[in-house]
């Protein structure tokens, strides 16, 4: 994706070295920055840090910037590869697949169980403190291939051709491994709120 004419004159005040520009950049990018990083890292820590880590790579690389994609997508870049390092290196955390190393992904098919369909679960279940709760440890739970592409797209709603970008992948490559993930986070969740509808209507 190309940069807009409003970039455009950002990017030439950031890289005359005007701490404004700067400044602006900071302020328009960092919470989707803190918030992407918290859904990949689940660590309100460790999301501080990849915040700090991304707006210095981006100061030390504008100069080499030459803007053929977008301001956005390059912030987006530049800390999702910076959450993904975290993940990579923190042993203590659920067993993940690299980016490049899915093979045995691809072929993946939900378990040939029923699905519940929770699409009718009361508005009190689904948006609930404990649901949420599931719901983040469901998407932690997720192969790290799949969980970065169903977090930019789905949580953070990136389009699947920034996605693509962002990750270097095609947009039907995007596109299969959020719906991977989607299938994934659907056998998760189904039981759990099967069992709070059925309580629910006792």
């Known amino acids: 994706m190309q940069a807009t004419h409003d970039e455009t004159e950002l990017l030439t005040a950031l890289q005359s070295g005007d701490r404004a520009a700067f400044a602006r950049l900071v302020e328009t990018y960092e919470s989707q920055v803190y918030n992407l990083a918290l859904k990949l890292l689940q660590d309100e820590d460790e999301a501080e840090d990849v915040l700090q880590e991304t707006f210095l790579s981006a100061y030390r690389g504008l100069a080499t ?14 800390a999702t590869n910076a959450s993904l390092m975290r993940l990579r290196k923190d042993k203590s955390r659920a067993a993940t697949v690299s980016l490049d190393d899915s093979a045995d992904l691809e072929d993946w098919q939900p378990p040939p169980r029923e699905l519940i369909d929770w699409s009718g679960a009361p508005d009190e279940i689904l948006l609930s403190e404990e649901a949420r709760r599931v719901m983040d440890e469901a998407v932690t739970a997720l192969p790290e291939s799949l969980k970065v592409v169903f977090v930019l797209r789905d949580i953070e709603g990136l389009p699947a ?20 993930a989607r299938l994934m986070l659907r056998d998760r969740l189904s039981s759990y709120y099967a069992e709070r509808v059925e309580n629910k209507v006792r």
Not at 166 to 178: E, M, N, Y
């Open 65 to 78: 910037f030459e803007g053929r994609s977008r301001l956005s997508t390059w912030i987006y870049r530049i």
């Open 161 to 180: 051709a920034e996605t693509g970008e962002i990750l270097g992948l095609s947009v039907p490559a995007v596109k299969s491994r959020l719906h991977r």
